[in-house]
Every structure is written in structure tokens, then in C-alpha cells.
């Protein structure tokens, strides 16, 4: 059942899906270089050295390829973490939608 989630995510995501204010505070932490996470394929994710405690919306973005570790490392290694450029993308979108507009 969670892949069938997931898939649906990256349909979603695919066609215009606004992700939950939640998930775009995750990319813009993930954006200012302070999350961390394990090395796995169910990865937990730190931010400023602290477990962040919505695991589910967590694996959401790196299931669909919205966040990835920066570097690779052994199983449960925490490293950094990165957006991928679908992550930039959608931070992209996002920022555009609430900046005020031009004078």
C-alpha cells in the first residue's frame, strides 16, 4: 500500500500537485543545508542534529526523488542532506508563489 502512495505522489507532483506546507518547510531546511540523514532505504531525517518526527512525510520526498543524501555512506550512516533537482524545482515553484509581485 505505501508504494501505491508514493506512485501517486509522483503522479501528483507530475501534475502540478501542491505538496503540504509541512513538505516545503522539509525542502527549504533540506535547501539551507541544516537536515542531515541515514543512509537507508527508509531514511530518517535530522534537522540542526535533532530526529525530525514526521518520518512518513520524510520518506514521501525521498520516494519521490524531492531529497536525497549528499554523499553516499555505509548502512545508517547520517550524512547531508540535498535536494535533487526536482526538489529545487518544486522549492522554485514555491518560492515564486509567494513572492509579491514586481513594482
Known amino acids: 500500500m505505501y508504494g501505491l502512495q508514493v506512485n501517486q505522489l509522483e503522479r501528483d507532483i507530475e501534475n502540478g500537485f501542491e505538496l503540504s506546507h509541512r513538505e516545503y518547510r522539509l525542502l527549504r531546511l533540506v535547501a539551507a543545508g541544516r537536515a542531515t540523514m541515514s543512509c537507508s532505504c527508509e531514511p530518517d531525517l535530522y534537522i540542526d542534529g535533532r530526529c525530525f518526527c514526521d518520518q512518513f512525510a520524510v520518506h514521501r520526498l ?40 514586481a513594482a
Open 62 to 101: 525521498t520516494s519521490a526523488a524531492l531529497i536525497q543524501p549528499a554523499r553516499s555512506g555505509d548502512l545508517h550512516d547520517v550524512v547531508p542532506a540535498q535536494l535533487t533537482p526536482s526538489g529545487w524545482a518544486c522549492l522554485h515553484n514555491d518560492v515564486q508563489t509567494y513572492l509579491p509581485p
